[in-house]
């Protein structure tokens, strides 16, 4: 691939209209989402936010659909001259479901869109086996005890959930355990997945497998026509900064560490709790 031929801006024109859109970010986390949220951002027409997306959804209002409606407000607010916003939070989706549980996240995607803006959604997922390495590298770098980790339920995602709205978020079983230790990190996979993947089927949505994007295996032109095959399906315009985009995922930023791993037990854990639905994703653990 040759990139040094490149236009004298950093993105291409485009004849698409990037009248009020918005792109949404949806996965587990630990999907590139940092990552992309930077390239995002460099586009003239947008406007990208990550962190502190429990700041910028109001889960004290009384229906989703203000909720949705006070979002768009603040990002119309955030980049008054943006025509393009986007959410890359990975969170945001069943953050804005979480307050009044909504079951179909779709219905999140249509309340959004009623405020007047064409809503694209980005599906980021990852293999189970590597996720969960991921988060276990994350916690024990924040400081936290990676076995501790809460499934959606729990305080530290921002909203804690009655047993009542977690069943009928996320259609857990009436009467099912509280996972414990490492069986959160699976619960958190399955779950989160679970729930997202009804987004998958509807136009406004994409899927894109984290390996595809960042595997070892991914060659840089295949790298780049993935973040080219993003930025249009959110209607952003193609990025054309390509020498420093090649470089820039030969040095990840937040690395998990080459020394995590998991146990024997863990592994026969994730295969238990997580193997069924990764396999609808074409994970074979």
Not at 169 to 191: E, N, S
Request: aromatic share 8%.
């Amino acid at each position: 691939m040759t990139t040094s031929a490149r236009s004298s801006t950093r993105f291409a024109s485009s004849t698409v209209s990037y009248k009020r859109k918005l792109g949404v970010y949806a996965s587990t986390g630990r999907t590139g989402s940092t990552f992309l949220h930077h390239l995002f951002g460099r586009a003239p027409i947008a406007g990208s936010l990550h962190s502190g997306v429990w700041k910028r959804v109001d889960s004290t209002l009384p229906s989703t659909e203000e909720i949705a409606a006070a979002y768009v407000s603040s990002m119309r607010a955030a980049f008054p001259d943006a025509s393009v916003y986007v959410e890359a939070n990975p969170r945001f989706v069943e953050r804005v479901a979480w307050p009044h549980a909504v079951a179909d996240p779709i219905e999140i995607l249509d309340l959004l869109e009623a405020q007047g803006v064409i809503v694209r959604c980005l599906v980021m997922v990852r293999d189970p086996r590597s996720w969960a390495i991921s988060i276990k590298h994350r916690w024990r770098e924040s400081g936290r005890d990676p076995q501790v980790l809460g499934d959606p339920r729990a305080a530290h995602v921002g909203v804690p959930m009655s047993e009542e709205n977690v069943r009928k978020m996320y259609g857990v079983p009436p009467g099912m355990a509280k996972p414990q230790g490492f069986d959160t990190i699976c619960a958190t996979w399955l779950l989160r997945n679970r729930y997202l993947e009804k987004l998958l089927g509807d136009e406004r949505c994409l899927l894109v497998p984290f390996e595809d994007l960042f595997g070892s295996g991914v060659s840089d032109e295949a790298f780049v026509g993935q973040v080219q095959q993003i930025h249009g399906h959110l209607q952003l315009p193609a990025y054309t900064w390509l020498d420093e985009l090649v470089a820039s995922r030969h040095r990840p930023t937040n690395p998990t560490s080459k020394a995590e791993g998991l146990s024997d037990d863990e592994l026969d854990r994730l295969r238990e709790i997580c193997g069924e639905e990764a396999a609808r994703f074409g994970y074979q653990l």
